[in-house]
């Protein structure tokens, strides 16, 4: 590798150079070359990392008559018809809305509440629905995609002895192969709860203190493994870690993560929503294969108050939701007061 970008770099260095035979041997040749090649070696192999994805840009319109998507602190999630949802915690249409797969606003989800800070589209046996964790409500939800309420759990499910203070601060849910749910309590104990598919209580496990954990954000059901077990990103300590559906930890997926703040599954893939500007996508042994939108401009990262006018296509601010359509391709929700949702296409 680096006699070709040796070579490279001389011929680069020759070619912007008065008086080519003059300064071939030179010291400053071999200098520059020298400078040249780290740069060289960035351009080549950071490029690769996000090889399989192109970005589509300015994916999602603003509805017609907003001047912007509305203010975002939730998630991302793909039907089965290829259609995108996304809940908006402010705005005229806060809520979750739903959008084409071309990007055109649709419609919003009637009686989908405005503070779905994680939540998921499942298709099972009897149709396709909606299971979300309100932030603020504390309630868990499944809702048809129409908005007809099919599942409302009250906080009040959950035993006492399990919350902090009282009160729960739920961030994620996701739903396993046999229709369980799994709940995780993310800015306030870390525990995670789980209720059967009809709304009652089995256990709860996990926290802080037991899993180590220091914000677990979100998780995602990860069924790569038989059997399946839980994906959770723990935000703060800027890792991934694996949990069988039992409430065993398994152990750390991956380390060194910009403060992960979302996960998702498809395939032999998952991915991490990077709030520190970046997605990342790992084998099932947890190796890193591509890596996308990072964004290493000062300021620009893990705030939701970045202008439009500074954003970039392909760059992130602030990722807080994850999803993959059917066809692997990836959607990114923001942390962001203006809203805004990104699409790469995985590459056929």
């Not at 996701?174 to 209720?195: E, K, M, T």
């Not at 990860?222 to 930890?249: C, M, Q, T």
């Amino acid at each position: 590798m680096f006699p070709t970008l040796g070579r490279l770099a001389r011929t680069l260095v020759r070619n912007s150079l008065p008086n080519r035979q003059r300064w071939a041997q030179s010291a400053a040749v071999t200098r520059d070359m020298k400078k040249l090649i780290p740069f060289l070696m960035a351009a080549l192999v950071l490029p690769a990392m996000g090889a399989n994805f192109s970005v589509v840009p300015n994916w999602a319109k603003v509805p017609t008559g907003e001047k912007q998507i509305g203010s975002m602190h939730g998630d991302v999630a793909v039907s089965s018809k290829g259609e995108v949802y996304v809940s908006v915690q402010g705005g005229p249409k806060a809520g979750v809305q739903v959008y084409s797969a071309e990007g055109k606003y649709l419609r919003n989800v009637p009686k989908a509440p405005g503070d779905f800070h994680g939540f998921v589209i499942k298709k099972l046996a009897g149709g396709e629905f909606i299971f979300g964790a309100r932030l603020g409500g504390q309630n868990i939800l499944k809702l048809t995609l129409g908005g007809v309420v099919k599942l409302d759990i009250p906080p009040t499910t959950i035993p006492a002895k399990y919350k902090n203070g009282g009160r729960m601060r739920l961030t994620a849910m996701d739903v396993a192969p046999n229709g369980d749910l799994f709940v995780v309590d993310g800015y306030s104990s870390d525990r995670i709860h789980h209720l059967a598919q009809d709304g009652k209580y089995i256990k709860s496990f996990g926290g802080k203190k037991e899993f180590g954990t220091k914000t677990l954000h979100k998780i995602c059901i990860d069924a790569r493994y038989n059997p399946p077990r839980i994906l959770g990103a723990d935000r703060e300590g800027l890792r991934l870690i694996h949990v069988s559906l039992d409430g065993k930890f398994l152990g750390v997926y991956a380390k060194d993560v910009l403060r992960p703040a979302a996960v998702a599954v498809h395939g032999d893939l998952a991915v991490a929503g990077e709030i520190k500007g970046r997605a990342t996508l790992y084998d099932k042994a947890g190796k890193v294969v591509a890596q996308l939108g990072h964004n290493t401009k000062p300021g620009e990262t893990a705030t939701n108050k970045l202008p439009p006018a500074k954003w970039r296509p392909g760059y992130f601010s602030a990722p807080h939701g994850v999803a993959f359509n059917a066809a692997g391709d990836l959607f990114v929700a923001e942390y962001t007061v203006f809203g805004r949702i990104h699409r790469f296409n995985v590459k056929k």
